[in-house]
């Protein structure tokens, strides 16, 4: 009887595809990346293109003349704000991470005691917050002003971080996945040996949830990242580095400078993403769990 070998790779048994199978996958998600990556590489050879290149028609693909004219153009008009630019880019960087580290310790405190305290009326609120996530931002607003106002949030820091702490999006992420990767019998023997909740959810829950929670910071650290300054933050002092250059761009009028701006906002969301993207595979692999 002949026995049918498994395929291995680095030790590791992988689905039993075909070499063809394999080979037609990786052309098709090939064809796929490159379609997708497309629009960020027009946008990067055009902050390196000089103006003579940007209005040719059709456009080309590629630069004939590089130059750092635009880079150039762009850090000069920074220099001319009457707030220095390290403030917004100081601005930019505390909001981004006051909003990411808050939202990402409340919604996982918050997804724990939802999935595992079972609290009375805890499918209940989870189910308000799913029907949070279809309610638009715009329908809520009259209601957020008039918190904000009687909360003296009003051109202040607090405004740009504490309601971001509220996304209800990265509570459901957090509390589906440890819905489907920690075993109640788990937390319950750790209740047995006499751990405390805050302790089960600090060493236990959240190393194991480790895929979630880097996904749920990478998105809220985008998310604020290129949000700009809030709608409620009238003080120049208080703003952010994208809506400093948003500001410069209006004023020249040149889309080099514009194409150069963005480069420079999308190269931190995109270093942090390429940082951490690896533990997100390796952990999205391993870490989960069955009774």
Not at 249 to 267: D, K, L, P, R
Request: charged fraction near 10%.
């Amino acid at each position: 009887m002949k026995v049918k070998r498994l395929r291995t790779r680095k030790n590791s048994v992988v689905l039993n595809r075909s070499v063809g199978g394999d080979a037609t996958i990786f052309i098709v998600l090939a064809i796929l990346g490159v379609f997708m990556f497309l629009p960020t590489y027009y946008l990067i050879i055009t902050a390196f293109k000089p103006i003579g290149e940007m209005f040719l028609t059709p456009p080309n693909f590629y630069v004939i003349k590089p130059t750092f004219q635009n880079f150039i153009d762009l850090f000069a008009s920074m220099t001319s704000t009457w707030v220095p630019i390290s403030r917004y880019i100081f601005n930019t960087i505390f909001i981004s991470l006051g909003a990411t580290v808050g939202c990402l310790i409340i919604g996982s405190m918050a997804a724990y005691a939802i999935s595992k305290v079972r609290f009375p009326g805890s499918n209940t609120v989870f189910q308000l917050i799913v029907y949070s996530l279809m309610i638009s931002s715009t329908v809520t607003g009259i209601a957020h002003f008039i918190i904000y106002v009687s909360l003296n949030w009003l051109n202040t820091y607090t405004i740009s971080i504490v309601p971001i702490w509220a996304s209800t999006l990265g509570l459901y992420l957090m509390k589906n996945f440890i819905d489907s990767s920690i075993p109640d019998s788990m937390i319950e023997s750790a209740r047995i040996e006499g751990c405390s909740e805050f302790r089960i959810y600090l060493t236990l829950v959240m190393p194991l949830v480790k895929p979630a929670w880097l996904t749920l910071m990478i998105t809220v650290f985008q998310q604020v990242w290129n949000a700009g300054a809030s709608n409620y933050v009238y003080s120049e002092n208080l703003k952010t580095f994208d809506n400093a250059i948003n500001s410069i761009i209006s004023a020249s009028g040149t889309q080099g400078a514009g194409a150069a701006a963005a480069v420079i906002m999308m190269s931190v969301p995109i270093t942090v993403f390429l940082i951490t993207q690896s533990q997100m595979v390796e952990t999205m692999a391993s870490s989960g769990m069955k009774d």
